[in-house]
């Protein structure tokens, strides 16, 4: 009796407790293939971008940037920012190719020196530009990057959410795993949660302000992320999004890099 | 009449846009800098201290859907002590024209080549501004024009350079500066037409993947000039001489994982007898060390020049060992520091460079430079006293 009692819940734990976290990954890759899905197809956009960093004490400094970026067929995005501000880096430029599985490939421009030097992209948990946001997490978003797992329905802000896990699947990355919450309706990211190696809850960010463009592509205006472990905050403000500015290939090169201005 | 028309019309459409659409912007710099000097200086005429402020404005505009651009970027300097470190230059003041694939250039521009951290072996194209400082990535303005292909195989550019610059030396007063001084005034040509001979140079450059390969030639006056022993006025002096060279050269970069590898090669024809000389190494980087958020890079390069101790440089067999600490801060904090050391007479060079932001309009740089144990074969000789101390503070708008 003991021992089909054990073995019953042996083959709960070992057969159908596998097979229920198999139905949550697939479920889970498939909000994330849908999101991504939904945010396909707009071939590029340019736009401008401030960040309000703000320290425990309150101290604040401004960093503003341009952005363009291009979709690439099969691979992940092409995308150039051009710094503006603080005003000793202006004119500096980063030109990412990221892809789905492999390292990105990154430039970074010099305008003083007029030198083009190749980074490692491997400094992916690095702060960018001295904010909360690390480069992976201002990195192009593909589905490949992560393992999902979904792990209930929730509300957040009156609204119904898909709230899903996701663990990255780089080694490098500075996150255990990330909790997102992803709305029904249109499954925009409205919330995140990053949780550092060590599993302990990092920054949270959170998305404001939708906007749709071309009708289908929504954009938030503000992302707010903020450090539990610092107290630091930055506050990320996107403005003048324009879709199909007919950027192409020979606007992400090393060479054009050398021209942005 | 007609003609006067169609010339208006035309003009019209390349630069009417620019009345409608021009996006144009002004950027400048101005910067103080104190040096001083630890030691007590070789020639009485020198100093131990300099007070010296330089400025830089910028200014930019684009037109024709952002396809044409004008920049100017004249720059410079009151020095204390030093007359010919006063000095002003037109970095820049070139018309850029872009098309998908197709890039245009006409003017005075900058361009570098390379990718190693100490010595610049195949940066060639600009001369080297070198009363600014000796690192060598301070330019002077080059006369040029410049074509760009960007196809699948690569980038092409091809330069033509009507006219040539005289590297710049510190006066009596100058320090650091070489013993015994070089005595600009009495500067030679191989070639006749001296400044004026016509330069040319092309170059290919492709990413491969992980890796950025470049390869160029270059033909015409060599922008380093080799030296002689003189007198002026009974004193000994070094008189340059500039040669007609060709220069091939390779430029290659690569990241594997965290590691960054670099190697630039040249050959040197029409400097006395012909020469190789190569630098390379690496740069290895730890990520977010301490748990923090910072990098420290492990550099290490190498340096070799066929010539030898009759080389134009000081970098003949030297091997450099140094870090680079980023804080990755609110306030962009970096510091560089490292030993460039000659394996054959023990030369040796210390360099720190570090700075950091103040607010959002200001930076403060620090430079410390020293060299020690120099061998009299040492190119580096005449800067055996010369260690100093630089501080800078800029101010940006």
Redesign the interface.
């Known amino acids: 009796m003991s021992l089909r009692l054990l073995l019953i819940v042996i083959s709960l734990v070992v057969f159908n407790g596998p097979v229920q976290a198999g139905d949550d990954a697939k479920k889970g890759l498939k909000i994330a293939v849908e999101a991504d899905r939904r945010d396909t197809g707009y071939h590029d956009f340019r736009a401008e971008l401030t960040m309000l960093l703000r320290n425990k004490h309150g101290k604040e400094s401004l960093r503003s940037m341009r952005t363009r970026s291009l979709e690439v067929e099969g691979d992940g995005d092409k995308t150039m920012i051009i710094f503006d501000q603080p005003r000793d880096v202006k004119g500096t430029a980063l030109l990412t190719f990221s892809h789905k599985i492999e390292p990105d490939d990154q430039w970074l421009y010099l305008p003083a020196l007029k030198r083009v030097k190749r980074i490692s992209s491997r400094n992916k948990s690095g702060p960018f530009m001295g904010s909360e946001f690390a480069y992976e997490d201002l990195a192009s978003q593909e589905v490949e990057k992560y393992s999902y797992r979904y792990l209930k329905d929730d509300t957040l802000n009156d609204q119904a959410m898909f709230l899903i896990e996701r663990d990255p699947v780089d080694e490098n990355s500075g996150y255990k795993r990330q909790l997102v919450w992803i709305d029904q309706a249109e499954y925009r990211p409205q919330k995140i949660e990053f949780y550092d190696r060590k599993d302990s809850l990092l920054k949270t960010l959170v998305f404001r302000g939708y906007v749709q463009y071309l009708d289908r592509y929504w954009r938030a205006r503000e992302m707010f992320m903020e450090n539990h472990q610092t107290g630091k905050s930055t506050l990320l403000t996107w403005e003048n999004y324009e879709f199909r500015v007919d950027l192409k290939d020979s606007d992400f090169t090393t060479n054009s890099l050398k021209r942005a201005k | 009449m007609r003609k006067a028309g169609s010339f208006v019309a035309t003009t019209l459409m390349l630069f009417g846009p620019a009345v409608a659409l021009a996006e144009s912007?002004w950027?400048g710099?101005i910067a103080l800098e104190l040096r001083a000097f630890t030691e007590s200086a070789l020639d009485p005429e020198q100093n131990d201290s300099n007070l010296s402020l330089s400025g830089e404005v910028e200014y930019?505009t684009?037109w024709d859907n952002g396809r044409q651009?004008f920049?100017i970027k004249p720059f410079g300097r009151l020095d204390q002590r030093d007359y010919k470190r006063t000095h002003g230059d037109l970095r820049e003041a070139v018309w850029?024209f872009?098309d998908?694939?197709l890039?245009l250039r006409a003017g005075v521009d900058?361009?570098?080549w390379?990718?190693t951290e100490v010595h610049h072996l195949v940066d060639i194209i600009n001369q080297t501004d070198a009363v600014e400082n000796r690192d060598g990535?301070q330019k002077l303005g080059q006369p040029m024009f410049k074509l760009?292909l960007?196809r699948d195989w690569g980038?092409l550019d091809l330069f033509y350079m009507p006219m040539f610059r005289e590297r710049t030396f510190p006066s009596v007063e100058g320090r650091p500066r070489s013993q015994p001084r070089v005595a600009y005034e009495l500067t030679e040509y191989q070639n006749h037409q001296e400044k004026y001979h016509q330069d040319m140079a092309l170059r290919w450059?492709q990413?491969l993947?992980?890796w950025?390969l470049g390869l160029a030639h270059f033909y015409g006056t060599g922008r380093e000039p080799s030296y002689s022993l003189g007198l002026d006025d009974g004193l000994p002096v070094l008189i340059p001489r500039y040669e007609i060279i060709h220069q091939s050269s390779i430029d290659l970069?690569?990241?594997v994982?965290?590691?960054?590898w670099k190697f630039e090669g040249i050959h040197r024809e029409g400097q006395g007898p012909s020469f190789f000389a190569a630098t390379g190494g690496f740069e290895y980087?730890f990520?977010?060390i301490a748990d923090g958020?910072s990098?420290l890079g492990a550099l290490a390069e190498v340096m070799w020049d066929e010539r030898g101790d009759s080389a134009t440089t000081p970098f003949d067999r030297d091997v450099f060992l140094g870090l680079r600490w980023v804080a990755?801060?609110?306030?962009?904090t970096e510091v560089l520091t490292g030993v460039v050391n000659d394996w054959e007479n023990s030369t040796r060079f210390f360099n720190l460079e570090a700075s950091r932001?103040l607010?959002?309009?200001w930076?403060l740089g620090l430079q410390a430079r020293f060299w020690s144990n120099v061998d009299e074969s040492d190119a580096l000789f005449g800067l055996r006293r010369d260690d100093y101390i630089e501080f800078k503070v800029?101010r940006?708008?």
């Open positions: 912007e950027r710099e930019y684009s651009s920049t850029i872009s998908d694939g890039e900058k361009v570098f390379g990718v990535e760009s960007e980038v450059s990413n993947g992980d950025d970069q690569g990241v994982g965290d590691w960054l980087t990520y977010g958020s990098d990755n801060d609110v306030d962009g932001r607010g959002n309009d930076k800029s940006f708008f």
